[in-house]
């Protein structure tokens, strides 16, 4: 184990910011989804009250 990290260090680097990058993209995805939730909830509640 310790020869294949020391032969392929720069693939071991690349993966694991891949892995970060990914980790990032999904935790945006969620948040926009959230976010839209949001703002439909607070759409129709102000429509409600103007009705």
């Known amino acids: 184990?310790?020869?294949?990290?020391?032969n392929n260090s720069l693939?071991?680097?690349l993966g694991i910011v891949l892995m970060i990058w990914?980790?990032?993209?999904?935790f945006f995805i969620t948040v926009d989804k959230?976010?839209?939730?949001l703002e439909?909830?607070?759409?129709?509640e102000n429509t409600e009250k103007f009705n």
Do not use: A, D, P
């Open 11 to 13: 693939y071991v680097v």
């Open 40 to 44: 439909i909830k607070i759409n129709s």
């Open 22 to 26: 990914t980790g990032i993209i999904v």
């Open 34 to 37: 959230r976010l839209k939730k």
């Open 1 to 6: 184990m310790q020869e294949f990290l020391e």
